[in-house]
């Protein structure tokens, strides 16, 4: 079993729909959870941070993690065909420092 | 763009070679992180280095090394190479050895026919 597992997609929506992303994960002992960026043919950029469990919203994006259900998700609200991209997400744990990354899944946001 | 240098671009090898990938990080960075990226597996974390010291290892299979040279450039040597080794090679950096603080090149896309 992978430590992080993430759908593939691809996921296809028009423009202005609302995004959800999600992420599940085994190892109940990661703390800090990241989602990354990543367009065509360029590196994966950080997106969002999170620590524990909770919400964190910037701008359009909300980041979302549920230790209980070792759960992650990125919303993505009033989407937009620039969001078109590769999300992977990505976790460590509170000791050490090795990210643990999904494989990613493909949006494309239909104008 | 990040800042991060990666060359080549793209590669395209036969079975049983050995090819170099090489990255310059950020001004200033003295970290330097590989991964290796196929559709299979996702983002795999191979190799960290801190300041030409390997500091962290992942899944780095015994047929592939780095180095970071003084310069603080890295290079990432992969041998005998399969056909699974086909895949995007990412480099990455950090000022401080902190992998929150990784900025992302723009990878070397590797084909081994």
């Known amino acids: 079993q992978k430590e992080v597992e993430q759908d593939p997609g691809p996921l296809s929506v028009p423009e202005g729909a609302i995004v959800s992303l999600n992420c599940t994960y085994s190892?109940?002992?990661?703390?800090?959870f990241m989602w990354y960026r990543q367009y065509s043919r360029k590196g994966p950029e950080l997106l969002m941070y999170?620590?524990?469990?909770g919400n964190k919203e910037d701008g359009r994006f909300t980041a979302q993690v549920d230790k209980s259900s070792k759960y992650i998700s990125l919303f993505i609200r009033d989407s937009q065909p620039s969001d078109s991209a590769t999300y992977l997400c990505a976790m460590r744990l509170n000791t050490g420092n090795q990210f643990y990354f999904g494989t990613g899944t493909s949006l494309t946001v239909i104008p | 763009d990040s800042g991060v240098t990666q060359t080549p671009k793209h590669l395209i090898t036969a079975t049983g070679q050995r090819v170099t990938l090489r990255c310059s990080p950020r001004s200033g960075d003295l970290s330097v992180y590989w991964y290796q990226q196929s559709l299979d597996q996702g983002l795999q974390f191979l190799i960290q280095y801190y300041n030409g010291e390997e500091r962290a290892k992942g899944n780095i299979l015994e047929r592939f090394s780095a180095q970071q040279f003084p310069d603080l450039h890295s290079e990432l040597n992969l041998s005998s190479l399969e056909l699974g080794d086909s895949a995007l090679y990412f480099c990455?950096?950090?000022?401080?050895?902190?992998?929150?603080?990784?900025?992302f090149g723009p990878g070397t896309r590797l084909t081994v026919l």
């Open positions: 990455a950096s950090s000022e401080k050895g902190l992998w929150d603080e990784q900025f």
């Open positions: 999170t620590y524990s469990s």
């Open positions: 190892n109940s002992a990661f703390q800090y």
